[in-house]
Nanobody, 121 residues
Framework: QVQLVESGGGLVQAGGSLRLSCAAS????????MRWYRQAQGKQRELVAV???????NYEDSVKGRFTISRENTKNTVDLQMNSLKPEDTAVYYC???????????????WGQGTQVTVSS
């Protein structure tokens, strides 16, 4: 069974930085895309950033220039470096991976448990 475990959330003042990490473990044959989502209280979950298997990336407009997503394929990890944080970045952040457990199986969606990021003004 594949598991994704996030770490690195916490409380930070506006303008500060945090780095989130996510490690995938278990039976993993290959990982396609890896993403970070966030869900603020009372709002829908939204995509923050995605990194594709070739290393290319995309970002939600409000985080462009402030957040950087990166992956380490040999370790099955994905990080999210968050700089110049704003109170509106406050949310639970979730790691997502599109993962195949073996060469005979299809890619499936896997989620981490989420990590809280709180930015105070």
């Amino acid at each position: 069974q594949v598991q994704l475990v996030e770490s690195g959330g916490g409380l930070v003042q506006a303008g500060g930085s945090l780095r989130l990490s996510c490690a995938a473990s278990g039976n993993i044959a290959s990982i396609n895309t890896m993403r970070w989502y966030r869900q603020a209280q009372g709002k829908q979950r939204e995509l923050v950033a995605v990194v594709f298997s070739d290393g290319s990336t995309n970002y939600e407009d409000s985080v462009k220039g402030r957040f950087t997503i990166s992956r380490e394929n040999t370790k099955n990890t994905v990080d999210l470096q968050m700089n110049s944080l704003k109170p509106e970045d406050t949310a639970v952040y979730y790691c997502h991976g599109f993962i195949r457990e073996n060469s005979a199986s299809a890619f499936r969606n896997y989620w981490g448990q989420g990590t809280q990021v709180t930015v105070s003004s």
